[in-house]
């Protein structure tokens, strides 16, 4: 079993095992009166509302990339954004889907191109979360979860701070970044055997640099798909926030739109802490904190498996599905059994 297997199935035991836990907890008389309330065309619009995200992901990658001047088909947006998906599924952080999602989009674009593209789409989600800063402190600013929030503003301003540092460094000054890189690797030169091999990996790099510089400067001047892009990313993450308030109405409940959407932000920060492959067992958790004030005890665990059957579950068993050969290709050159 390779350690892509293994990631999968530890992910996968620590969320089965949270949920059952929960649902055993949770679960009473009042169960399966509500149990026996449930619409399965909610439960099927939740399924559907992901996949219009993912969607929106695909396309937000393509517009970004036809920005500086490269154009990929949809097919190929949608098979970069299921097997990144898959990865960043079973791995801490969600670290695993950014790297694979450049070396996929690298073969279309080069290296340093598409580490501006994804970069940005990174920039773009920061710009997402950051706008709803102010809402969340008045949200959330008041509630036991967070009495100080402090650390958020604190831990939220770091995150931040090394964003614009990336962008000042790779960007404004890619000069200090390639300074940077050289000294680095003229000091593992003096210890390497193969010393041609490392002058030719710093042109490569530094020629990256300027690729990354001078695409992410092209992304932005391009107005109209830096605008599209923003609109796509509050999109995407407004069509996934979405999905606990479908499975309330499909339970006969009230939704709760506004708080559902700012407290999923809150879940998915918390969610990059590297505990378990994929966050599993964090996202319940945090589900269960934010949601158990708002939903009856009785189906609690059952809205928290509804809602990671069709996130989380679906991005393991779509994107294994649609991306089995990319994740072989990727991730057995990249990392070995």
């Not at 008389?29 to 509302?49: G, H, Q, R, T």
């Not at 954004?81 to 670290?95: C, D, H, R, Y």
């Not at 932000?265 to 949601?291: D, H, N, R």
Request: no cysteine.
């Amino acid at each position: 079993m390779n350690r892509w297997r293994k990631l999968l199935l530890l992910s996968v035991s620590i969320s089965i095992i949270v949920i059952i836990a929960i649902m055993l907890l949770t679960i009473d008389a009042d169960s399966v009166k509500y149990l026996a309330k449930i619409s399965p065309a909610f439960i099927i619009s939740a399924f559907f509302l992901h996949l219009l995200s993912l969607l929106a992901i695909s396309l937000k990658l393509k517009v970004l990339t036809r920005s500086i001047g490269y154009h990929v088909r949809m097919k190929r947006a949608l098979e970069i954004t299921f097997a990144s998906g898959f990865l960043a599924a079973i791995t801490p952080s969600q670290v695993g889907g950014e790297p694979l999602r450049i070396k996929m989009l690298a073969e279309e674009t080069g290296g340093g191109n598409a580490t501006a593209v994804v970069f940005g789409e990174r920039v773009m989600d920061v710009i997402f979360f950051v706008a709803a800063v102010p809402v969340i402190l008045v949200l959330f600013g008041g509630m036991g979860i967070m009495k100080n929030p402090m650390g958020y503003i604190i831990g939220g301003a770091i995150f931040i701070v090394l964003i614009w540092l990336i962008i000042w460094m790779g960007v404004i000054r890619p000069h200090i970044m390639k300074a940077l890189v050289k000294k680095i690797l003229l000091s593992i030169k003096r210890f390497s055997k193969e010393k041609d091999k490392v002058e030719k990996t710093l042109s490569k790099i530094e020629d990256e640099i300027d690729n990354f510089s001078s695409s992410f400067k092209q992304m932005v001047r391009k107005k109209a798909y830096f605008t599209s892009a923003i609109l796509l990313t509050a999109l995407l993450w407004i069509l996934d926030f979405s999905i606990p308030s479908i499975l309330l109405m499909g339970f006969g409940l009230p939704p709760i739109w506004v708080y559902s959407i700012f407290a999923q932000i809150l879940i998915t920060l918390i969610a990059l802490i590297p505990i378990s492959p994929g966050a599993s067992g964090v996202y319940e958790i945090s589900i269960l904190g934010f949601y158990s004030p708002y939903i009856p005890r009785a189906i609690i665990g059952v809205f928290i498996l509804q809602w990671r059957l069709a996130t989380y579950y679906f991005n393991l068993i779509a994107g294994g599905l649609v991306s089995i050969n990319v994740i072989k290709k990727y991730g057995n050159d990249e990392n070995g059994d």
